[in-house]
């Protein structure tokens, strides 16, 4: 099986959809995220601000790090291999990425991004999931 790992900058949660200002990127990628998963592809994300120990952990993170500081966040690792940084791929590069079949679907609404998420006070699949805030 297939593994993603997003090594992603400090946030305030987990995906870092939560607040009053949410980053519409930020929900697109998640969308991404779990779209990849549908399709059977172990995904995980770890936080610079929950789990800064797997950062240094892993040499090629580091190395990262250690070349373009934070600017280089997220970084998109498939298995070992370092394949994206400083960015947040699009769904067909996510797909390329991990192998997976991707045919852009058209006229297919984004999701709007809630203002309420998990820091905003109303519950979501977010905030039961995660230790946000």
Known sequence: MTNVTVYDPAMCCSTGICGAEVDQQLVTFAADLD???SKGVAVTRINLSQEPAK???ND???AVLESSGIEGLPVIMLGDALNSSGRYPARSE???MAG???T???GTPVQEASTSGCC???KSVEETSSSCC
């Open 120 to 122: 905003g006070g109303s």
């Open 94 to 96: 996510l797909a390329e």
């Open 55 to 57: 950062f240094a952990e």
């Open 100 to 102: 997976v079949a991707y």
């Open 60 to 62: 090629k993170v580091k």
């Open 35 to 37: 779209w990849l998963k």
């Open 104 to 106: 852009p679907e058209t």
